[in-house]
């Protein structure tokens, strides 16, 4: 019998990490897992797609309260926050975190899982704890949008920069991590970089300066989301590997944001 403990137990020995918002955060630990699914984002709609494919443990990777440390205790009240915890409690569906193991595993595995989704392997040069740096064949600015746009069935992307200008240095910044901090040094070293999400008036700002200086840096934007949820598709592959009889499902979410423009699809 695998219980959700023998789960976790699987999970935690990447690297002990103090404090943690890694856990179980609602069911017990003693109960047998009769399947798996695994998300980025632990949504009221993942919830309910977990339950009807089986599934009596959900594996996220972001936390069901809206926001990054919260225990939901501070929104107890909210009739939204309600109904989700009712409807876990009615569908037996228990809920564990994973985001720092998986962030500080060797390569980072959410940032393996987008070079993976993206077919990018063999062009990697380096992994850094926090990022990754490749050699793509050269290409312009647009092409290469339009390329991971495809290859991540987003609805858009957004960029920054001449988008003829071309691209060869790439470097891969998952979730949050676009911001300044890390996004500003690692423009020194290539050409463009990917990242999830991070402050608008940060680093794109310093792209938009660069190149009004004449300068050819660059600047994809994915979404949060989008950057994160091939590293869990890749979490999933190593359950179903290390626990073949028990079925492991992907919950894909919907894309989180719309895109309108000036009559043209994006």
């Known amino acids: 019998m695998l219980r959700i403990q023998d789960v976790l137990d699987w999970l935690k020995p990447v690297r002990a990490i103090n404090p943690t918002v890694d856990g179980l955060v609602i069911g017990r630990p003693e109960v047998e897992v009769r399947g798996i699914a695994v998300t980025f984002m632990a949504t009221q709609a993942a919830i309910e797609q977990a339950a009807s494919r089986g599934a009596n443990l ?13 225990d939901g205790s501070q ?3 909210d009739p939204v926050v309600q109904l989700k915890l009712r409807r876990l409690e009615e569908l037996g569906l228990a809920v564990i975190r994973y985001h720092d193991g998986i962030h500080r595993e ?11 989704e993206l077919g990018w392997q063999e062009a990697v040069c380096e992994y850094h704890p926090a990022s990754a740096v490749l050699e793509l064949p050269a290409m312009t600015l647009e092409e290469l949008a339009r390329m991971v746009k495809r290859k991540l069935n987003l609805p858009f992307v957004r960029f920054t920069g001449d988008p003829a200008m071309r ?13 300044g901090d890390l996004a500003i040094p690692l423009l020194g070293e290539v050409d463009l970089i990917i990242a999830g999400e991070g402050p608008e008036w940060e680093a794109p700002e310093y792209v938009r300066d660069a190149v009004y200086q004449g300068k050819e840096k660059a600047m994809i934007l994915l979404g949060h989301g989008p950057s994160e949820a091939p590293g869990m598709k890749r979490l999933a592959r190593k359950l179903r590997a290390a626990f073949p009889s028990l079925p492991v499902h992907v919950i894909e979410n919907e894309p989180l944001f719309h895109w309108i423009g000036q009559g043209e699809k994006p």
Do not use: N
């Not at 959900?58 to 919260?70: A, D, K, N, P």
């Not at 060869?168 to 676009?178: E, H, Q």
């Open 58 to 70: 959900l594996i996220s990777h972001e936390g069901l309260f809206y926001s990054h440390r919260s």
């Open 75 to 77: 929104l107890k009240e």
């Open 106 to 116: 060797t390569p980072d595995g959410i940032t393996a899982g987008l070079i993976e």
């Open 167 to 179: 691209c060869r240095k790439v470097g891969v910044l998952v979730g949050y991590r676009g911001g």
